[in-house]
C-alpha cells in the first residue's frame, strides 16, 4: 500500500511529466549521438551538444517565464512574444549603428541602446496588457496584432535592413565573456528566473496571479486589483521578451527583423504546456516551464541532427502540442477515467456471474 | 443591392450597435474608396476596372474571411487559414507540376486539405474542449511546415488548364473609353464569380436556415442554447468543418490569383481574415456577424493594400501595420460597445 502511494507521489508531482519528457527527449539524443553529454574544452571554451542546448535554450527560457505569467493569470498566450522580440533588436542596433547598415564603431552607448530596446518591448507589452486587461480582449486575439504589425514595426524601424554591430563588445551578451568558459546567455537566463524567483519569493504577486487565473471575478471581490495584476504581467512578458530578443541579435550581431524569434513564439508557449501548466490558467509552475523549454530545445536540437530543416520543424511541434492539450483536457481525462472504471466494473462484474 | 438594404433593414429592427458598426465599416469604405478616387485619379483609381481589380486581388481572401466569420460567429477562432492557404498552393503546384495531376486533381487535393483541417480542428475544439486558438495556433505551424516539407522551393503553375481558368476574363457591361475612342470593357475572373456565389450561399445559411441559426444561438451563449435542445458540439464541429472547407476552397482560389506556391505565402492572411471579420461586425466573442460585413471588411483591406501600392513611396508592411491599427480600433469600439449593452442589461 505504502508503496503505491510513493509511487503515487512520484507521478503526481507537477514536475514528473516534464522531466519524463526530457529524460525520453535526452534518452533519444543519447542513441542518436552517443557523444551527447560529452564537454570538451576548445580555445578556452566549453563544446558539447548539451552545452548547445543550454545555451540555445536561454532565450526560450526567458521567454517562457514571461509566457507561464501570462498564461496564468489571463488563461491566454502571448503570441506577440516573437515580434517583440524582433523590435527590441531594432530598436537596439538601430541607436547602436545610428542609422548605418553596418558598423565597426558603436554610435552610441550601449547601455543606452539596450535600455531603449527593453523599454521599447515593455511597452509593446503594455500594449498588449491594455488591450487584454483593460479592453478584455482575448489574449490571442489582442497579441495577434503586434503579432503581425510588430516585425512590420521592426522593418520601418531599421528601414527595411539588417543592420549589423561589427564591435566585439555587442557580441559579448550572446558569446561569451572574454576568459570565461560558458557562453553569457546561460548567465543571463539564470539571472532572469532568480530574478523573477526572488520577485515571488518576496511579493505576493505569485499568489495574486494565481488567484486571478484561477477565477478573475472572486479575485477583484476580495480585493485584488485584477486588471492591474493582467497588465503587470504582460508588461513582464514583453520586458523578458526584449532581454531575450537582445540576446538573439547579439548572437548574430544584427537585426534580421523577419528572422528574430521566428516561430519562438510556438516554442514558449509548449514550454509552458510541457513544464505541466495549464494552458487555461490558474496555478503555475516555473520550474516546469523552465524544464520544459529546455526539453523543446533539446527536441529541436535532435531534429535538427536528424537533417530537419528549420522550415519544417514546426510540424513536429504542432503534432506535439496537439498531442499535450488533448492529453490535459477535461473531457480526454474524465473519458480515461470512465475507462477505467468501466474495465475494474467488469472485472467486479465477471467472477460475480461465476460464483 | 437588395440583399445588402434588406439586411440593414432587418439587423436595425434586433440590434441596433451590431447596424452601427456595419455602417461605419460601410461608410468607411466609401470614404477611402472615394478619398482614392479623388487623390490618385491620374492613376486610374476612379476606373470601373479598379474596382474589378479588387475583387479579383481578394476572391480567396472573402471565401476565407466567409468561413473565418461561420466559426467566429460561434465564439471561436481559425487562425490556421492562413498555413492552410499556403499548403493548398504548395499541394496544387507540386501535384500539378511535379507529380503531373490533373487541375480537377489538384481541387480536390485543396478540398480535400482544407476538410481535414476542419475535420482534426473541429473535433479537438469542439468534442474535446480544447480552446480553439491553441488548436488552430498548431494547426497553423502544422499546415506551414508541411508545406516546407513538400517543398522549399517556388513551384510557380504552368498547368495550361490552370492558366486557362485563371486567365478567362468575363466581361461586365460597364468600362472605360481609351484614349483612341475604342470601349474597354471591365473584366472579373472566374474567381470573383466563384466567390460572390459563397458570400450568397454563406448569407442564406445564415439567415434563413435552422443551422445558421443555431449558430448564432450558440455564440450567444452555448449554455442556453444547449438548454434549448441544440447540439452544441455537432454544430461547432460543422462550423469548423465549414471553415475549414472554405479555407481550402478560397485556398485554391488564392492559387489562381498567384499561380505559384512556396513556403512564405499568404503569411499573415490570418490576421486579414479575422480583421475583415472583425471590422465587418462579426463579435469576438461570438453571436453576432455578418457575411455582408464581412465582404466590406475584406474590400476595406483591399483598398488599403491598393492604396498604398498606388501611392509608390510607402513600404509594403504599412499595409499590415495599418491592417492592425484599423483591427485594434474596431476592437476597442466592440469591446465599448459590448461593455455598455452589459451595462444596460
Not at chain 1, 520586458?239 to 537582445?246: C, E, H, T
Not at chain 2, 455564440?219 to 472554405?246: C, E, P, W
Not at chain 2, 513556403?263 to 490570418?270: D, R, S, W
Amino acid at each position: 500500500m505504502s508503496k503505491k502511494s510513493t509511487f503515487k507521489r512520484i507521478t503526481g508531482n507537477h514536475l514528473f511529466f516534464p522531466l519524463v519528457c526530457l529524460f525520453v527527449v535526452l534518452v533519444v539524443n543519447v542513441i542518436k549521438t552517443p557523444n551527447f553529454f560529452a564537454i570538451s574544452l576548445n580555445n578556452g571554451v566549453l563544446y558539447g551538444y548539451v552545452i548547445d542546448v543550454i545555451n540555445r535554450g536561454s532565450e526560450l527560457v526567458i521567454l517562457a517565464l514571461g509566457m507561464t505569467l501570462v498564461t496564468a493569470a489571463s488563461k491566454g498566450q502571448d503570441i506577440s512574444v516573437g515580434a517583440v522580440m524582433a523590435v527590441a533588436a531594432a530598436v537596439c542596433t538601430q541607436i547602436l549603428s545610428g542609422g548605418e547598415t553596418s558598423v565597426t564603431q558603436l554610435q552610441n552607448s550601449m547601455l543606452f541602446a539596450m535600455l531603449a530596446a527593453l523599454i521599447a518591448a515593455a511597452l509593446c507589452g503594455a500594449f498588449n496588457g491594455f488591450l487584454v486587461a483593460k479592453m478584455r480582449i482575448q489574449p490571442m486575439v489582442a497579441t495577434l496584432i503586434l503579432y503581425t504589425a510588430g516585425r512590420g514595426i521592426a522593418q520601418l524601424i531599421t528601414n527595411g535592413q539588417n543592420t549589423y554591430i561589427r564591435v566585439e563588445s555587442y557580441k559579448v551578451l550572446g558569446g561569451y565573456i572574454s576568459g570565461c568558459p560558458i557562453p553569457t546567455p546561460i548567465f543571463v537566463a539564470i539571472a532572469a528566473v532568480i530574478v523573477i524567483a526572488l520577485l515571488f519569493k518576496f511579493t505576493t504577486l505569485k499568489l495574486y496571479i494565481e488567484s486571478v487565473g484561477i477565477n478573475s471575478n472572486a479575485s477583484r471581490l476580495v480585493g485584488l486589483n485584477s486588471t492591474r495584476i493582467i497588465f503587470i504581467v504582460y508588461v513582464i512578458c514583453g520586458f523578458l521578451a526584449g532581454i531575450a530578443g537582445l540576446v538573439n541579435s547579439s548572437r548574430i550581431y544584427s537585426a534580421d527583423a523577419n528572422n528574430i524569434g521566428l516561430n519562438l513564439e510556438m516554442d514558449a508557449i509548449l514550454a509552458v504546456a510541457l513544464g505541466g501548466n495549464l494552458l487555461s490558467g490558474g496555478k503555475f509552475s516555473l520550474a516546469g516551464s523552465i524544464i520544459g523549454a529546455y526539453t523543446i530545445q533539446a527536441l529541436s536540437t535532435t531534429l535538427y541532427a536528424m537533417d530537419v530543416k528549420a522550415d519544417q520543424l514546426p510540424v513536429y511541434k504542432a503534432i506535439v502540442v496537439i498531442i499535450i492539450v488533448t492529453l490535459q483536457s477535461e473531457v480526454f481525462r474524465s473519458f480515461i477515467k470512465k475507462l477505467r472504471t468501466k474495465n475494474t466494473g467488469q472485472g467486479d462484474m465477471a467472477p460475480g456471474k461465476e460464483g | 443591392m437588395s440583399e445588402k438594404l434588406q439586411s440593414k433593414a432587418s439587423t436595425k429592427k434586433t440590434l441596433s450597435s451590431t447596424t452601427f458598426l456595419l455602417f461605419i465599416t460601410i461608410g468607411l469604405f466609401i470614404v477611402m474608396y472615394v478619398a482614392g478616387m479623388i487623390l490618385f485619379a491620374d492613376k486610374g483609381f476612379s476606373k470601373p476596372q479598379m474596382f474589378c481589380n479588387l475583387l479579383i486581388d481578394n476572391a480567396g481572401l472573402i471565401v476565407i474571411s466567409l468561413g473565418l466569420t461561420i466559426v467566429m460567429i460561434t465564439g471561436g477562432i481559425d487562425i490556421s487559414v492562413g498555413s492552410v492557404t499556403a499548403l493548398v498552393c504548395m499541394v496544387s503546384a507540386y501535384s500539378m507540376e511535379k507529380s503531373g495531376a490533373s487541375v480537377y486533381m489538384a481541387l480536390l487535393f485543396s478540398l480535400g486539405i482544407g476538410l481535414a483541417f476542419g475535420i482534426v480542428q473541429g473535433f479537438l475544439v469542439s468534442y474535446l474542449k480544447i480552446q480553439p486558438f491553441i488548436v488552430t495556433l498548431a494547426g497553423m505551424f502544422f499546415g506551414r511546415g508541411m508545406t516546407a516539407v513538400i517543398s522549399t522551393e517556388m513551384i510557380s503553375i504552368k498547368n495550361e488548364t490552370f492558366l486557362s481558368w485563371a486567365q478567362y476574363k468575363i466581361s461586365l457591361p460597364v468600362g472605360t473609353v481609351n484614349k483612341k475612342g475604342i470601349f474597354q470593357a471591365a473584366y472579373i475572373y472566374p474567381t470573383v464569380v466563384i466567390a460572390l456565389l459563397v458570400l450568397v450561399i454563406v448569407f442564406i445559411m445564415l439567415r434563413y436556415t435552422k443551422f445558421g441559426r443555431s449558430l448564432y444561438a450558440i455564440g450567444g451563449n452555448d449554455q442556453s442554447a444547449m438548454m434549448m435542445g441544440l447540439n452544441v458540439k455537432r454544430t461547432k464541429f460543422m462550423a469548423y468543418i465549414m471553415s475549414g472547407f472554405l479555407a481550402g476552397l478560397g485556398g485554391f482560389l488564392f492559387c489562381l490569383n498567384t499561380g505559384a506556391g512556396f513556403v512564405e505565402q499568404a503569411k499573415g492572411l490570418e490576421m486579414d481574415a479575422i480583421s475583415a471579420s472583425v471590422i465587418g461586425g462579426t463579435m469576438l466573442s461570438g453571436g453576432v456577424g455578418n457575411p455582408i460585413g464581412t465582404l466590406f471588411g475584406v474590400m476595406i483591406k483591399g483598398t488599403i493594400n491598393s492604396l498604398i501600392t498606388t501611392q509608390g513611396t510607402l513600404s509594403s508592411w504599412w499595409v499590415r501595420i495599418s491592417v492592425a491599427a484599423l483591427l485594434c480600433f474596431f476592437i476597442i469600439l466592440q469591446s465599448i460597445i459590448g461593455s455598455k449593452g452589459k451595462k444596460k442589461s
